[in-house]
């Protein structure tokens, strides 16, 4: 936990006065870190006594919407007016679990230029320089769990109740693929640990993220598999890809793509999966790997995007063929690197 005496005093000072109006920002497309550590703040600083509101650019998947004070949640998207007022009046920002201004553009001008004090805590590597405080560790399964770390630190463990624990719990639950990767620190366990001491019902929570989605979704995994997975073995790599009219003929809802880009990492041997979805304005594509293959930088590199060593993302603006074509057309380039382990 990097944060020095002197911003951990500033910090203390702001939390210290009641009555601040403080606004959490989290990035497009929230997935369980992003909205479970944003609830779980946004509850620890009600409870001290300010105003708080949460803001991201785009809905929230169905299947995160049980997560207490989730409707408090406001989407700029849906109530664009009221998100604008929002981001003129907070005096004290804290962006949560993402290092990259592209991924909100929405909330641009007040992390560049705002007045207003910013705090930024995320686990993505190289984390922008735009936050008057950066509490940034990319060991950490995630931001839920950096953000245990940081209340901790300020003196406000005390205040994690059933519901904050549960909020941080979903967080690193889905973060790390219910604990399959990315958290062999025994730390993570131990925060797991004291979170199940605060009273979470863990199986419940499972039950509602990965056991809450409808037909139509099962029925689009299964046609992602049987007719849409594209393997190619001499690059150790699997790819899927969605068209629009797929989507509509599945009634595709935000989140039911969820956890489809991990589905190839089960063929023994496999290295790299991509999913790639055409959306309404852009083409979307999620890459994971296995082992030390970094997609963050074949993400930043070529779809302008970025992530993780083993899970990044990026977008094209070409048509949906187009982009396919050039993503296999890179795979030879990389052929050394997916064939080493
Ligand atoms: P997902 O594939 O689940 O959408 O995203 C996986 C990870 O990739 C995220 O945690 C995030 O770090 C990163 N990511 C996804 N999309 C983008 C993007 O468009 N730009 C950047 N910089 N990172 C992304
Ligand atoms: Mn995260």
Redesign the pocket.
């Known amino acids: 936990m990097n944060l020095s005496e002197l911003h951990f005093s500033q910090l203390d000072q702001l939390l210290g006065e009641r009555g601040q109006k403080i606004l959490i920002l989290s990035?497009?497309?929230p997935?369980g870190?992003a909205v479970g550590a944003s609830l779980g703040l946004q509850l620890i600083l009600k409870k001290l006594g300010h105003t708080v509101n949460i803001l991201i650019p785009n809905a929230l998947p169905k299947f995160l919407k049980w997560m207490p004070e989730a409707d408090t949640i406001t989407v700029y998207n849906h109530d664009t007016n009221k998100a604008e007022d929002l981001l003129k009046r907070g005096n004290l920002v804290f962006a949560l679990?993402?290092?990259?201004l592209?991924?909100i553009r929405e909330f641009d001008e007040i992390l560049k230029t705002g007045e207003s004090y910013k705090v930024l805590i995320d686990h993505?590597p190289n984390p922008g320089q735009f936050a008057d405080v950066t509490v940034s560790d990319t060991t950490v399964s995630s931001t839920s769990e950096l953000l245990y770390s940081f209340l901790h630190r300020m003196g406000l463990g005390e205040l994690i109740d059933k519901d904050v624990a549960t909020c941080l719990y979903a967080g690193i639950m889905t973060?790390t693929g219910c604990f399959s990767f990315n958290s062999s620190r025994p730390e993570t366990f131990h925060i797991v640990a004291d979170l199940l001491k605060a009273g979470i019902e863990k199986d419940r929570i499972f039950d509602l993220v990965y056991d809450n989605f409808s037909q139509d979704r099962m029925r689009l995994m299964g046609y992602c598999l049987n007719e849409k997975m594209v393997y190619l073995p001499r690059f150790r790599t699997a790819y899927i890809a969605l068209s629009q009219e797929e989507l509509r003929n599945f009634n595709f809802r935000v989140g039911d793509s969820?956890g489809f880009?991990n589905l190839p990492l089960s063929i023994a041997d496999i290295r790299f999966a991509v999913?790639i979805m055409e959306n309404k304005d852009c083409v979307?594509?999620?890459?994971?790997s296995k082992g030390s293959f970094p997609v963050?930088a074949l993400?930043?590199d070529h779809?302008?995007?970025?992530?993780?060593l083993n899970?990044?993302?990026?977008?094209s603006n070409k048509t949906l063929q187009e982009t396919i074509d050039s993503f296999v057309d890179l795979l030879p380039n990389y052929k050394d690197a997916l064939l080493t382990d």
């Open positions: 990035h497009r497309n997935d870190d679990d993402f290092n990259d592209s991924r993505h973060d969820e880009v999913l979307k594509l999620s890459f994971r963050n993400a930043a779809f302008n995007g970025g992530g993780h899970a990044a993302g990026g977008e």
